[in-house]
């Protein structure tokens, strides 16, 4: 996934956690029991946790893709020529920090809190909605899908530090 793609879906859904929330303290407290009203919230805060995620995982993707460009806009070449700088950085520089790989180990962080979003809180909304309970049986493929992102994302900034 691209990392603008990620901030826009992030941000989507992070206003619709926020609709949501407000729909389900306001329309559906006086219609759902205590225990589906509960697993509705949890849904909505995950769904709102994850959101974020591929928000700050976007722009973490956005930095690393620039890297190279500010590099080579803010440092001159041995002779103070800035030109030179960003022809030596051009679109065959390959630096670690922002290398397509990166870009991509970001985009599969984002795809997975995606995936995680849709099944871990998709399957919680339609629980606490329809109270079939079968759906519980998906929500733990979100879950894992979660941890997957978070350690995916975690990989990436490990194996690609920033540049000081």
């Known amino acids: 996934m691209h990392p603008r793609f990620s901030i826009l879906i992030g ?3 992070s206003f619709a956690s926020v609709a949501t929330g407000a729909f389900g303290a306001h329309a559906l407290k006086a219609v759902m029991s205590p225990q589906a009203l509960e697993t509705y919230e949890v849904a909505v805060k995950y769904q709102f946790y994850h959101a974020l995620a591929l928000v700050l995982v976007g722009i973490y993707g956005l930095v690393q893709q620039n890297a190279v ?3 080579a806009l803010t440092s001159g070449g041995a ?3 800035k030109n030179s700088a960003i022809d ?3 679109p065959a520089h390959s630096d670690s920090t922002n ?3 990166t870009v991509a180990k970001v985009g599969s962080a984002s795809w997975l ?3 995680g979003i849709i099944l871990f809180s998709g399957s919680l909304y ?3 909605l329809t109270q079939v309970k079968a759906w519980g049986a998906v929500t733990p493929f979100g879950g894992v899908a979660f941890m ?3 350690l995916s994302f975690a990989s990436t900034v490990w194996k690609h530090p920033s540049q000081s």
Request: net charge negative; proline share 4%.
């Open 11 to 13: 941000s989507i859904l």
């Open 69 to 71: 460009t500010l590099e």
């Open 79 to 81: 002779d103070g020529n």
């Open 88 to 90: 030596r950085a051009g």
């Open 99 to 101: 290398s397509p790989t």
């Open 113 to 115: 809190f995606l995936f």
């Open 126 to 128: 339609i629980l606490s």
């Open 148 to 150: 997957l992102g978070w």
